[in-house]
């Protein structure tokens, strides 16, 4: 049985890099999710628009209070992650392994998926 696991990438905040730097590595990232997806692991990845753009809802009393922007000030945000199936961690791990590589120098959180 396989267990699902969420690849969180975290990257700083601040602009996104120009072409000649970004469109290599999101090709490599292509490679691997190709990669990922031909040995049955890849389930689905998203990228996210930039935190400025959140909105959080806190529900206080018998109210539920909204603020614009992201939940905490930060040097770092979740920029986009994938959801894969693994056996277990040691496989879930190479996956992020490989991940933290493509998109180096950004860092990958691994953590599985509890489900209700």
Do not use: C
Request: proline share 9%.
């Amino acid at each position: 049985m396989t267990q699902k696991y969420l690849l969180s990438i975290y990257q700083p905040d601040g602009e996104v890099p120009p072409p000649e730097i970004l469109d290599p590595i999101m090709a490599n990232l292509e490679t691997l999710n190709e990669e990922m997806r031909a040995k049955g692991a890849w389930v689905f990845a998203v990228g996210l628009h930039p935190p400025s753009t959140a909105t959080v809802l806190r529900a206080k009393d018998d109210d539920v209070l909204m603020t614009d922007g992201p939940f905490t000030e930060g040097k770092e945000h979740i920029g986009g992650f994938t959801i894969i199936q693994a056996a277990d961690l040691d496989e879930a791990l190479e996956w992020g392994r490989k991940l933290a590589t493509v998109l180096n120098p950004l860092s990958v959180e691994v953590r599985p998926i509890a489900f209700a």
